[in-house]
C-alpha cells in the first residue's frame, strides 16, 4: 500500500490528487505530528515537511528511511527493497 502525507488540509490535498492523477491516498497531517514523529520535520511549527519515503515491514515498523527522494528514480529503488531485486 502507498501514502502520502502532507501538512495539507482535506480539500487541499483533494485538489493536489485531482490536478496531478494519484493512485495512492494522501494523508492530513495538519498537526505535523506525524511528520515529526518520523523526523520529516524537525519542529512541530516547520512549514513544511522534507521530502522523505519510509517503507513499513509487516508489523507497521519502520524497515527503510528513504532521506533523498528523487522522484525519477525513488519507484524503482523501492520497489527492488521490497522485492529483495
Not at 17 to 28: E, P, Q, S, V
Not at 37 to 49: E, M
Not at 66 to 82: C, E, F, I, S, T
Request: charged share 25%; proline share 5%.
Amino acid at each position: 500500500m502507498v501514502l502520502g502525507a502532507s501538512f495539507n488540509t482535506v480539500e487541499q490535498n483533494a485538489a493536489f490528487a485531482k490536478k496531478f492523477d494519484f493512485g495512492f491516498k494522501l494523508l492530513c497531517d495538519t498537526d505535523h505530528k506525524l511528520a515529526t514523529a518520523l523526523g520529516a520535520a524537525t519542529d512541530p511549527k516547520a512549514r513544511w515537511p522534507k521530502r522523505m519515503s519510509f517503507l513499513f515491514d509487516e508489523n507497521g515498523k519502520v524497515a527503510r528511511v528513504y532521506d533523498k527522494v528523487d522522484p525519477r528514480d525513488h519507484p524503482a529503488q523501492v520497489l527492488a527493497d521490497v522485492t529483495g531485486a
